[in-house]
């Protein structure tokens, strides 16, 4: 790879690249972000921690366990001073429904599914006519599904014992059809309060369990 004026040449399998001068820099930060990446080693680092009565003070990062271990020594038995302690009151809102990416992502940290597997699932689900259509990238549903979703979810609390029916009534933050293009957010069918859910597989049981839940959290309260 060489430079020729203000453009950069590289013969890649035969074949001519010309980067102009403008696209020159932002490859090259490309390639020395690539670099800094493969090139990266972790290391190792201690924290000291004085906790008392629910509070954690805790220590810069030190590299050196010796020097950490010498730190937390020369605290044992002294006196430590609160100069302030700042309260903070934080509010996270009730998540969105599921669109696949969301529900594949969810899948993936949770049981360990890969977006394959999760879309696989799905799709069986929707087969069954248990999951509404999976390959949607919709978070909402349609403003006339109000009565549907209220239905449904009273549905999977039955066929799902552990969703709870607390403060479930916020169905106006789902509702948005200028946010539904041709399929809406995957949600239960009303299948699922008749269905016997142990004739199907673990995998997509996990599926369905996480959907129905999904549902009952978008309309909660934040927390």
């Given at each position: 790879?060489?430079i020729?004026g ?9 074949k ?11 490859l ?14 972790k ?9 008392k ?10 590299k ?7 730190l ?9 001073t609160?100069?302030?302690v ?9 998540p969105a429904?599921?669109d696949?990416?969301s529900?594949q992502?969810d899948?993936?940290?949770i ?12 799709q ?37 014992s552990?969703?709870g ?25 009303m299948?699922?309060g ?16 996480l959907?129905?839940v ?10």
């Open positions: 790879m060489g020729n203000t453009r950069l040449f590289s013969t890649l399998y035969g001519t690249l010309k980067v102009g001068r403008v696209q020159s820099p932002t090259a930060a490309l390639v020395s972000r690539d670099s800094e990446i493969k090139s990266f080693k290391e190792p680092f201690y924290t000291v921690h004085i906790i009565d629910k509070l954690d003070g805790a220590s810069d990062p030190v050196d366990k010796d020097t950490a271990e010498k937390a020594l020369s605290c044992k038995g002294k006196a430590a609160i100069v302030s700042t309260e903070e009151e934080k509010t996270i809102a009730a429904l599921y696949l990416t529900l992502r899948a993936n940290r049981f360990g599914y890969t977006a394959k597997q999760t879309l696989e699932y799905t069986s689900l929707y087969e069954k006519k248990l999951l509404t259509y999976p390959r949607t990238d919709s978070r909402f549903l349609s403003d006339d599904m109000e009565e549907t979703a209220r239905r449904v979810l009273s549905t999977v609390r039955s066929a799902f552990f969703i029916e607390g403060g479930l009534d916020n169905y106006g933050k789902i509702l948005n059809s200028k946010k539904v293009t041709d399929h809406h957010a995957i949600i239960p069918t299948e699922t008749s269905a016997d859910l142990n004739t199907i597989p673990n995998t997509e049981r996990n599926i369905l369990a959907v129905a999904r549902l009952a959290c978008a309309v909660g309260e934040p927390h």
